[in-house]
C-alpha cells in the first residue's frame, strides 16, 4: 500500500490538519465577536438616545378657554400694532386659569397655578393677536403649552410616590393637573415648534433650528472656502509642483496639520479672525473659516490620494495627443478623481458638522434664541446646541439634548448618503 | 528560426531623413541610459527599435515626443531633430511637438469616454474641426484607417474601454492618427495582445506607413522582421548595429547583434 503523506505517519498529518481547521475556526470567531462589539455599543449608543430623546418629540399642551380681553390688552389705554406687542398675555392665560379652578384663592396657591402654563402660551397669544387683531373681544378655546413639568408629568417621567419637597411638582398641582386629564384638556401633540424655533431658557419652547440654520450656513462657508483651495491645493501638489524638499516639507505639515487637536484652530480664529480682523463675534462665517482651515487637509490628503489613484496611462495618452498640463488635468484626472475628492470633502464637511471646541473659542457657545439669517448673524451650531443643552440643570433639557443628537445624527446621514450618491453618479470604469 | 524577412521596396532606399538623433544622451538622476545614440529615422519607413530589457529602446522612443519630460530627475542632452528643427530646442513648444508625433503605447490605454470622444478628443483640442460635420469625418476616417471602422460604427457612442484588447489597441491607434501626426511612435503595441489581434496591428503599420513614418519598439524580432524596413539594435545603452532590416538579421556586423538575434542573449 502507498502512503502519499509526506509524514512518515498518517497520524501526524491528521493532528495538523485538524489543528489548522481549529485555528481558522477560531480566527473567524475573533472577527465575528470584533464586529458583534462594535456593533454591540453602537446599537446601545443609539437605543439609549432615542430612549431618551423620542419624547422630546411631542409636548404636552392644555385646552384653555381664552377671552381676549380688550381691558388687559390695552397699553396706556390705546390698542394699536404697536402697543399689541408689548401687552400682557400672560395676564390672559391667568384669568383663563383662574376660571378654570375658581377655588384657588391664595397668592402662593395662585402662583402653583399658574406655573401650570409655559410662557410660550402667552407668547402664542401674542403671535395669534398680532396676526389676527379682530380676535379682541373673542372668546375662543385653545390649546396652549404647558409648562415642562406638567409635561414630564403627563409623559410619566415624574414619580408621584416622591416626596412632595423633592418634586417639581406639588401636591396641588398634580391634582390640577390630573383633573386637566381627566377632563380631556391636556394632551400629547407632535412638537413642530421643536423642528421651526431657536433656542429658549424654557425647555418646552426650545427648539433645534436655530441651530440647524447656524451650522448649514457655517458649512457653507466651510465648503465654499475648503473646497476649491483644497483641491486645488492637491492637484498642484500632486500634478503641477517639482518634487524637491520644499515640496516634501509642505506634505508632511500637511500630514501634520491633520492630527492637530481643533482647539488650536480655534485660538487661531479667535487671535487672527476675531482680533486682526475683527469679525464679528459668533457669526457662521468666522466659524466657518476656522473649520475650513480645520477640514483643509483632509480635503487635500483625500484629495491627493484620489489624483494620484488614476492611472498614469490615462495622463500619458492625453499628453501624448497633446493635450497640455492644464487640459490633461481638467479633461481627464479631475473627472476621474472627482469620486475620491468629494468623498474626501464630504468626510471632512461631517467631521466640520460635528465639532465643537473650536467654536467655542470664538464665542459660537453664546445662548441666541434668533434664528440666523445670514452667515454674519449670531448663530449657534448642532453640536455646541447639544452641548448648551447637556448642561442644563432643568430635567426637560435631557430629552431635548438626546433629540439634538438625533437630529445631528440625521444631518450626518444624508451627507453620507449624499456622497454615496454622487460617487455612483460620477465614478467610471476603465 | 531565422525570422522571415520582408522584401525591401524602392521607396527605403532614397528616403529623406524625417528625425535624426545626435549624440543623445539621457540620464535618469546619475545613472546613464543612453550613451551617444546617432540614428536617422527615414521618411515613410517603419523603423524597429530591438534589443533586450532594459537597453534603452523605450526611453531613446520617447525621446522624441518629449515624453521624458514628465519622468522626474529625467535629462536628455546631444540633439533631435524632426524635418530638420531641433525639438529640444529653447522655444520649441512641447504640446505642437506631441501634435505632429502621435504615440501608441504598451498597453491599450484608451480614454474611459466614448468611441467618438476618444478619437474626437486631440482634432478638439487642437481645433481641427470647424463644426460638428468635419469633426464626424475625422473621427470616421480615423477609425477606417485603423481598421476599426466595420466593427464599432453600430456604437461609436458606446464606452472605449469596452472593446476587446486589440480593438483598444487599434482605437488608441485611431487616436494618433486623428491629430495628423508626421510621426508615429509605437512602443510594443502588441506584447498585451494575442497573435491574431496581433497580426492585425501589424497589417495596420504596413499601410499607414504609406502616410506616416513609423518607430516601433518591439520585443519580437519577428514583428520586427515583418513591419520594418529598418532595424536598430541597442544594448546597455549603446547603439549596437542599425541598417537596413534585411540586413540585420540576416548579416548582422556586430557579434553582439548576432547573439541577440540567434537568441544567445536578452
Redesign the interface.
Known amino acids: 500500500m502507498t502512503d502519499i503523506s509526506r509524514h512518515a505517519n498518517a497520524g501526524a498529518a491528521d493532528a495538523m490538519m485538524r489543528r489548522r481547521y481549529r485555528a481558522e475556526k477560531r480566527f473567524r470567531w475573533y472577527g465575528i465577536s470584533a464586529t458583534a462589539t462594535a456593533l454591540l455599543f453602537l446599537g446601545a449608543m443609539l437605543v439609549s438616545i432615542v430612549v431618551i430623546g423620542h419624547s422630546a418629540f411631542s409636548q404636552t399642551f392644555i385646552k384653555l378657554d381664552i377671552f381676549f380681553d380688550p381691558q388687559i390688552l390695552a397699553v396706556e389705554g390705546k390698542i394699536d400694532p404697536d402697543s399689541l406687542r408689548r401687552a400682557d398675555y400672560s395676564a390672559l392665560v391667568k384669568t383663563s386659569l383662574q376660571e378654570t379652578f375658581p377655588g384657588v384663592t391664595g397668592r402662593r396657591e395662585q402662583r402653583q397655578l399658574f406655573a401650570l402654563a409655559s410662557r410660550g402660551a402667552a407668547d402664542k397669544l401674542r403671535e395669534l393677536v398680532v396676526e389676527d387683531p379682530n380676535l379682541i373681544g373673542s372668546k375662543a378655546s385653545l390649546w396652549l403649552l404647558s409648562s415642562d413639568d406638567v409635561d414630564l408629568l403627563v409623559k410619566g417621567e415624574i414619580s408621584r410616590e416622591t416626596p412632595e419637597h423633592e418634586r417639581q411638582l406639588s401636591d396641588l398641582q398634580l391634582e390640577w393637573a390630573d383633573q386637566l386629564v381627566a377632563q380631556n384638556a391636556a394632551e400629547l401633540r407632535f412638537n413642530t415648534a421643536f423642528f421651526t424655533t431657536g433656542d429658549s431658557r424654557e425647555p418646552e419652547t426650545a427648539g433645534i433650528f436655530g441651530a440647524a440654520a447656524g451650522s448649514f450656513y457655517t458649512l457653507m462657508v466651510t465648503l465654499a472656502l475648503s473646497f476649491p483651495i483644497g483641491i486645488m491645493a492637491a492637484l498642484y501638489l500632486q500634478e503641477f509642483a517639482p518634487?524637491n524638499r520644499l515640496t516634501d516639507i509642505i506634505e508632511v505639515n500637511i500630514n501634520n496639520l491633520a492630527a492637530v487637536p481643533s482647539s488650536v484652530f480655534g485660538l487661531l480664529g479667535l487671535a487672527v479672525v476675531l482680533n486682526f480682523f475683527q469679525m464679528p463675534r459668533s457669526a457662521p462665517l468666522v466659524g466657518g473659516v476656522v473649520l475650513a482651515l480645520m477640514t483643509l487637509p483632509t480635503i487635500i490628503i483625500a484629495a491627493r490620494a484620489a489624483i494620484l489613484a488614476v492611472?498614469p496611462?490615462?495622463?500619458?495618452?492625453?499628453?501624448?495627443?497633446?493635450?497640455?498640463p492644464m487640459?490633461t488635468s481638467l479633461?481627464?484626472v479631475i473627472p476621474?478623481a472627482a469620486p475620491g475628492m468629494l468623498t474626501g470633502a464630504i468626510i471632512g464637511m461631517a467631521q466640520a458638522l460635528g465639532e465643537t471646541a473650536p467654536l467655542l473659542m470664538i464665542g459660537m457657545i453664546a445662548f441666541i434664541a434668533d434664528v440666523p439669517e445670514s452667515v454674519m448673524e449670531p448663530a449657534t451650531v448642532l453640536p455646541v446646541q447639544i452641548f448648551l443643552w447637556a448642561d442644563n440643570p432643568e430635567r426637560a433639557f435631557a430629552a431635548k439634548t438626546a433629540a439634538g443628537i438625533m437630529v445631528l445624527l440625521a444631518f450626518l446621514i444624508s451627507m453620507n448618503l449624499i456622497a454615496v450618491i454622487l460617487r455612483r453618479q460620477f465614478e467610471?470604469?476603465? | 528560426m531565422a525570422p522571415t524577412v520582408m522584401p525591401a521596396d524602392s521607396i527605403m532606399f532614397n528616403a529623406p531623413v524625417k528625425a535624426r538623433a545626435s549624440d543623445v544622451n539621457v540620464f535618469y538622476g546619475a545613472k546613464q541610459a543612453l550613451m551617444g545614440i546617432n540614428l536617422d529615422v527615414p521618411e515613410h519607413n517603419v523603423t524597429s527599435l530591438i534589443g533586450p530589457s532594459g537597453c534603452g529602446k523605450t526611453t531613446f522612443l520617447r525621446c522624441f515626443n518629449r515624453m521624458n519630460d514628465i519622468v522626474d530627475g529625467c535629462r536628455v542632452e546631444g540633439s533631435i531633430t524632426i524635418d530638420g528643427v531641433d525639438i529640444y530646442a529653447r522655444n520649441q513648444d512641447v504640446v505642437q511637438l506631441r501634435a505632429r508625433v502621435g504615440m501608441v503605447f504598451q498597453k491599450p490605454n484608451p480614454f474611459p469616454k466614448s468611441i467618438y470622444e476618444n478619437v474626437a478628443y486631440g482634432p478638439r483640442i487642437h481645433g481641427m474641426a470647424a463644426n460638428k460635420r468635419q469633426m464626424d469625418e475625422i473621427v470616421i476616417e480615423s477609425l477606417t484607417r485603423a481598421g476599426l471602422i466595420d466593427e464599432v460604427k453600430d456604437r461609436l457612442d458606446s464606452p472605449g474601454t469596452g472593446l476587446s484588447g486589440g480593438q483598444q489597441q487599434r482605437l488608441c491607434i485611431a487616436r494618433a492618427i486623428a491629430v495628423k501626426p508626421e510621426l508615429i511612435l509605437m512602443d510594443e503595441p502588441c506584447s498585451a495582445l494575442d497573435p491574431i489581434a496581433t497580426a492585425k496591428i501589424e497589417e495596420l503599420i504596413d499601410e499607414l506607413r504609406n502616410n506616416f513614418t513609423i518607430m516601433i519598439v518591439t520585443h519580437s524580432m519577428q514583428q520586427a522582421a515583418r513591419v520594418s524596413q529598418r532595424t536598430a539594435f541597442f544594448h546597455m545603452g549603446e547603439l549596437v548595429e542599425t541598417g537596413l532590416t534585411e540586413q540585420i538579421f540576416t548579416n548582422p556586423k556586430d557579434t553582439r547583434t548576432q547573439a541577440y538575434i540567434t537568441g544567445r542573449i536578452g
Open positions: 518634487k492611472p496611462s490615462i495622463r500619458e495618452a492625453a499628453l501624448s495627443v497633446g493635450a497640455s487640459q479633461h481627464h476621474l467610471r470604469k476603465w
